[in-house]
């Protein structure tokens, strides 16, 4: 005699309650492997401190201590995940899921090009690139101070306090102007004096506050000197060469230039050198309505008299 079919609702209620049982079985090495993923972050986490630590107490670049610290962080949660894996007896998961990420690392790879092309380039920056902590650099129009070094990006900080994130790529590919790799850094200006000054007296008088400037380098390798540049409109143009440290550029670059600037100009005026502006030229066509001007007494004494 044939067994009497199952209804639908019969079906449905011992598949609920045969998955319920094993379940109730596998949920202990859930629970386990759920444990072990989460001791093994925090145990990651613990690990990373401690060798960042370690890192950088030992390694004179911090963003190799920051980057290898972070490698040895993802290496860890990989295993703690697939050790859960093996601990809730998932095992064929596990070998899926290598084979899976293997293969996914290839479509992946073509369709997030930028991301892998930028996570190569840190790899690549981690243990081989021109710059270090606090060097002051300029890639394309970017110019700052090196922040830190991640997987994808650079982080510079400008020095109008802007925070920017270079793609490793860029970094690697670009030329990069470091500006403190020795130390050291030359800066110049330009200043104008009358063609009827003496060019000799003015450069003496330049070369003596260089000379005497003490937050100025100057050895063998590193010459502070002035040069005629250019014969301008106006003016004979003498360029001031002068070399600084770098250890803190704005400092040295920027604020100590603008105070030789001043006294470069305060110098001269007090030995009577004529700091003479461009002339300008105007013009009256016949169709152009005159231009009154007004002469004061003092202005008068400036225009020479013609003699009778």
Not at 1 to 16: A, D, G, R
Not at 63 to 69: D, N, P
Not at 123 to 139: Q, S
Not at 282 to 288: E, G, Q, R
């Amino acid at each position: 005699m044939l067994p009497l079919l199952q209804s639908p609702s019969e079906t449905i209620q011992n598949s609920i309650e045969r998955y319920y049982k094993e379940f109730l079985t596998v949920l202990p090495r859930i629970a386990l492997a759920i444990l072990v993923i989460i001791l093994g972050v925090l145990l990651a986490q613990i690990l990373t401190n401690f060798y960042k630590q370690r890192f950088q107490r030992k390694s004179q670049d911090p963003l190799m201590a920051k980057f290898l610290a972070q490698a040895v962080k993802i290496v860890l949660i990989i295993i703690a995940i697939m050790i859960s894996l093996r601990v809730a007896g998932l095992d064929g998961i596990a070998t899926g899921l290598l084979t899976a990420v293997g293969g996914g690392a290839i479509i992946l790879g073509f369709a997030f090009q930028d991301i892998g092309k930028n996570f190569l380039a840190g790899v690549i920056l981690a243990f081989n690139r021109p710059f270090k902590i606090n060097d002051t650099i300029k890639i394309d129009d970017i110019f700052g101070r090196v922040k830190a070094l991640s997987f994808r990006y650079s982080h510079i900080k400008t020095f109008d306090g802007r925070d920017i994130y270079i793609p490793n790529s860029d970094v690697l590919t670009k030329p990069v102007e470091n500006y403190t790799a020795d130390g050291f850094y030359r800066v110049d200006f330009t200043v104008g004096i009358g063609y009827e000054d003496d060019i000799h007296a003015a450069k003496m008088v330049i070369q003596e506050i260089l000379d005497n400037n003490k937050e100025i380098v100057r050895d063998e390798f590193h010459e502070n000197f002035v040069i005629e540049d250019e014969l301008a409109s106006s003016t004979v143009n003498l360029k001031v060469f002068f070399w600084v440290d770098t250890v803190d550029y704005r400092r040295a670059s920027r604020v100590l230039r603008g105070l030789l600037i001043k006294e470069v100009k305060e110098a001269l005026a007090a030995k009577d050198f004529n700091l003479p502006s461009d002339v300008i030229e105007l013009k009256l066509y016949k169709n152009t309505p005159e231009i009154p001007f007004k002469i004061t007494d003092k202005d008068r004494h400036n225009f020479p008299r013609k003699e009778e």
